[in-house]
C-alpha cells in the first residue's frame, strides 16, 4: 500500500532532522561529494542561473528551498519535501528559484541502479505494466516520512565512515524497495517491464548516448527496436519530453560545450568530434540551445566561473 503523502506535523519534524544532516555536510554553497559514491549533497545561498545539464538516473530530493527543472517544454517545481525521479539520461535545464543566506536551498541526489531496481521488483512480486502503458522519464512526488527518515539516516552515516561500506548498501536497498512501494513505483516498474515500449524506447536512448557522434536516423532507431517510425516517435516523446532528433543534438551539444570549457577545444573541432559535418549549423544550434555562439558562451562561462 502506499505511504500517506506527508502532514504537516510529520513533514516538518523529517525535514527539520534531513536539513540539519544536509546542512552538516554541505556547509559552503556548491556540491559536495560524499564518501558515499551515489550520494551528493547541495547547498546554494541565493537563486542561481539556469544550467543546461544532464540528469542521470536517480532521485533528487528538495530539503529547504526551490527548484525548478525544465524537460523540453515541460517544467518541474519542486520544493521542501518533494523528489524528482529520472529514470533515464535526460537533458534538462535546471536552477534554484527560492534561496537566502538565512535559508539557503539544501537538497541532495543519489544515483540509483537499475539491476538493484529490477531485482527488488522481481522480489516484491510486483505487477507487470501493461505493454501499452506509457510512462514519463522524469515524474515529480512526495515522499513519505518513511522513506526520508531513511534517507536521512543514508545522510547521517557519512559520520561514522568506517561503518559506510557495510550499512549504506542496507539503507540503499531500504530506498529502492520504499521507492517501489511509493509514489513512484509505477515509473520504476515501467522502466524495467521487458518488452514494453516504454523500455524499448529506453534501449535506444541509452544506444543513443554513447553513440552520439555516430551519423543517426530516426527511421533505423526504430526499425532497430521493430517499431514504425511514426509510433517509435511518439513513443519517445512520451517518454523523454523531446523527439529522437532533439535528445541527439542536445547530448552532442553538451557534450561540445564541455569539451571546449574543460579541454580548451576549439568550436570547430569540438563540432566535429561530437558529430556536426557543418561549422555554421553546429554554431547555430548551439547559440539556439544556450543563447549565445560557442566562443561568446565559453567566455561567459569563465568569467563566471
Same mark, same amino acid.
Given at each position: 500500500?502506499? @505511504?500517506?503523502?506527508?502532514?504537516?506535523?510529520?513533514?516538518?519534524?523529517?525535514? #527539520?532532522?534531513?536539513?540539519?544532516?544536509?546542512?552538516?555536510?554541505?556547509?559552503?554553497? +556548491?556540491?559536495?561529494?560524499?564518501?558515499?559514491? &551515489?550520494?551528493?549533497?547541495?547547498? %546554494?545561498?541565493?537563486?542561481?542561473?539556469?544550467?543546461?545539464?544532464?540528469?542521470?538516473?536517480?532521485?533528487?530530493?528538495?530539503?529547504?528551498?526551490?527548484?525548478?527543472?525544465?524537460?523540453?517544454?515541460?517544467?518541474?517545481? *519542486?520544493?521542501?519535501?518533494?523528489?524528482?525521479?529520472?529514470?533515464?539520461?535526460?537533458?534538462?535545464?535546471?536552477?534554484?528559484?527560492?534561496?537566502?543566506?538565512?535559508?539557503?536551498?539544501? /537538497?541532495?541526489?543519489?544515483?540509483?541502479?537499475?539491476?538493484?531496481?529490477?531485482?527488488?521488483?522481481?522480489?516484491?512480486?510486483?505487477?507487470?505494466?501493461? %505493454?501499452?502503458?506509457? *510512462?514519463?522519464?522524469?515524474?515529480?512526488?512526495?515522499?513519505?516520512?518513511?522513506?526520508? +527518515?531513511?534517507?536521512?539516516?543514508?545522510?547521517?552515516?557519512?559520520?561514522? $565512515?568506517?561503518?559506510?561500506?557495510?550499512?549504506?548498501?542496507?539503507?540503499?536497498?531500504?530506498?529502492?524497495?520504499?521507492?517501489?512501494? +511509493?509514489?513512484?513505483?509505477?515509473?520504476?516498474?515501467?522502466?524495467?517491464?521487458? /518488452?514494453?515500449?516504454? =523500455?524499448?524506447?529506453?534501449?535506444?536512448?541509452?544506444?543513443?548516448?554513447?553513440?552520439?557522434?555516430?551519423?543517426?536516423?530516426?527511421?533505423?532507431?526504430?526499425?532497430?527496436?521493430?517499431?514504425? $517510425? #511514426?509510433?517509435?516517435?511518439?513513443?519517445?516523446?512520451?517518454?523523454?519530453?523531446?523527439?529522437?532528433?532533439?535528445?541527439?543534438?542536445?547530448? %552532442?551539444?553538451?557534450?561540445? %560545450? =564541455?569539451?571546449?570549457?574543460?579541454?580548451?577545444?576549439?568550436?570547430?573541432? @569540438?563540432? !566535429?568530434?561530437?558529430? *556536426?559535418?557543418?561549422?555554421?549549423?553546429?554554431?547555430?544550434?548551439?547559440?539556439?540551445?544556450?543563447?549565445?555562439?560557442?566562443?561568446?558562451? !565559453?567566455?561567459?562561462?569563465? &568569467?563566471?566561473?
Amino acid at each position: 500500500m502506499e @505511504a500517506p503523502p506527508l502532514t504537516q506535523q510529520d513533514g516538518s519534524a523529517v525535514l #527539520s532532522d534531513l536539513a540539519k544532516a544536509v546542512g552538516r555536510f554541505a556547509e559552503n554553497d +556548491g556540491d559536495c561529494i560524499t564518501a558515499i559514491p &551515489e550520494l551528493t549533497l547541495h547547498r %546554494r545561498s541565493a537563486a542561481t542561473e539556469p544550467v543546461h545539464c544532464i540528469y542521470g538516473f536517480g532521485v533528487g530530493i528538495t530539503v529547504s528551498g526551490k527548484k525548478r527543472v525544465a524537460l523540453g517544454e515541460e517544467v518541474f517545481d *519542486y520544493c521542501a519535501g518533494q523528489s524528482l525521479l529520472t529514470t533515464l539520461d535526460l537533458p534538462v535545464v535546471t536552477h534554484v528559484t527560492q534561496a537566502s543566506s538565512a535559508k539557503p536551498f539544501l /537538497g541532495l541526489m543519489l544515483r540509483l541502479d537499475s539491476r538493484a531496481i529490477v531485482q527488488a521488483a522481481a522480489e516484491m512480486a510486483l505487477p507487470q505494466p501493461s %505493454r501499452d502503458c506509457s *510512462y514519463r522519464a522524469m515524474s515529480l512526488g512526495d515522499l513519505d516520512p518513511t522513506l526520508l +527518515g531513511t534517507v536521512t539516516r543514508l545522510v547521517e552515516l557519512l559520520a561514522e $565512515p568506517r561503518l559506510i561500506p557495510q550499512i549504506a548498501p542496507l539503507l540503499q536497498q531500504e530506498i529502492v524497495v520504499r521507492l517501489l512501494a +511509493g509514489r513512484h513505483g509505477p515509473q520504476l516498474q515501467r522502466l524495467v517491464a521487458v /518488452g514494453t515500449p516504454s =523500455q524499448q524506447v529506453a534501449q535506444s536512448m541509452a544506444w543513443l548516448k554513447m553513440n552520439f557522434t555516430r551519423p543517426v536516423l530516426a527511421d533505423d532507431l526504430a526499425a532497430s527496436v521493430h517499431m514504425s $517510425p #511514426s509510433t517509435f516517435r511518439q513513443h519517445f516523446r512520451a517518454v523523454a519530453g523531446m523527439s529522437p532528433m532533439q535528445y541527439l543534438k542536445q547530448l %552532442r551539444l553538451q557534450e561540445a %560545450r =564541455q569539451l571546449m570549457l574543460n579541454q580548451g577545444i576549439d568550436a570547430g573541432t @569540438a563540432g !566535429i568530434r561530437v558529430g *556536426y559535418e557543418s561549422a555554421s549549423q553546429f554554431s547555430r544550434e548551439y547559440a539556439r540551445l544556450f543563447g549565445a555562439p560557442p566562443l561568446r558562451d !565559453i567566455k561567459r562561462m569563465r &568569467e563566471a566561473a
